[in-house]
């Protein structure tokens, strides 16, 4: 795998959880949150309250200098600051993932040369690797719809479903 490490928002840790599959984000040597999003999902008891004290979990507080960069982020994107966090953390460390569902994230990420990840994203990484069978890929993707929050159409994950087939004959 090319990328070890990676920036997480909320959303996968959140909906990882919800699926009972949170050691997904092992894929990663080292996932960062920023202070923000940690206390997000502490403060709030979010699922993935536990989880997010694991490895490869690692919380970090935002320079002043990074800091500065997620409020032009957030000023020039109408992001929140939480939001615009995690891009500073990624873009101004030169982390070249971000793992998010958050479909504004997404393209904010995209625009500033960072690629975003999702929680689907995650789980066909874990199947590359072999640390993910098939089966149990097709059992998470179909619970991303029946078990967690992350808004995502049955369409989206059929056609995920056929694609990781189609790489499975190969």
């Excluded at 080292?30 to 699922?47: N, W």
């Excluded at 694991?54 to 000023?75: C, D, F, N, Y």
């Excluded at 993910?132 to 479903?161: G, Q």
């Amino acid at each position: 795998m090319a990328n070890k490490t990676g920036v997480s928002d909320t959303g996968p840790i959140i909906h990882l959880s919800e699926i009972n599959h949170f050691r997904s984000f092992r894929v990663f040597q080292k996932v960062f949150v920023t202070y923000e999003t940690y206390m997000e999902v502490k403060s709030k008891k979010l699922p993935g309250y536990n989880e997010i004290d694991s490895k490869p979990i690692i919380p970090v507080h935002l320079t002043e200098q990074e800091r500065i960069v997620a409020e032009g982020i957030s000023l020039e994107y109408n992001l929140k600051i939480n939001d615009a966090t995690v891009i500073a953390l990624s873009k101004c460390r030169s982390i070249p993932v971000l793992l998010t569902d958050d479909l504004d994230v997404r393209e904010c990420a995209k625009h500033v040369g960072i690629k975003p990840v999702g929680s689907i994203g995650i789980l066909l990484r874990a199947y590359r690797e072999n640390k993910l069978s098939y089966e149990k890929l097709m059992h998470y993707l179909d619970s991303l719809i029946t078990d967690s929050s992350l808004f995502i159409t049955p369409r989206l994950i059929k056609r995920v479903k056929k694609e990781v087939k189609r790489y499975r004959k190969k």
